[in-house]
């Protein structure tokens, strides 16, 4: 019991007192502090890849040349498949949206990398088309010997 009366007086105190002084004239400072980032709005090869799946649209006829070339054998079809394959598409076929960001070397360089993607695909994809053709005639043609 006699100690109880000294605890419960510390206690009361403890309530009552502040530990930080509020006081205008305070030396204490607060920082604001961000508590996460925010990432770059716009990653300009990101964009540049993205437009391009988008509106790269004229490997068409690198693609259509390859496959009615390797329909015909895919000897001859390999021609066609590999100079096409081997170039940049033209300027004019590419079909970017936006001129400005098109003139801003990272996305250009994104854009016209994988625009030359696709068109490697769809062309080595159509060559495949008419191998697979040619091979499904020939073993057609040799098993009806």
Known sequence: MKLLLPVFTLFLLSLTANAQDFAPDSSVTTQKEQLYTFAPTENLSVKG???????YKKYKGAATGTLIASLVSPLVGLIPAIATSATTPKLQNLGYPDETLFRQGEYHAAYTKKAKKIKQ?????????????NLVIVVIA????
């Open 49 to 55: 890849q993205i437009d391009a799946e988008k509106n």
């Open 142 to 145: 040799a098993s009806g010997k």
């Open 121 to 133: 695909k769809k062309v080595w994809t159509n060559w495949g088309i008419g191998f697979g053709v």
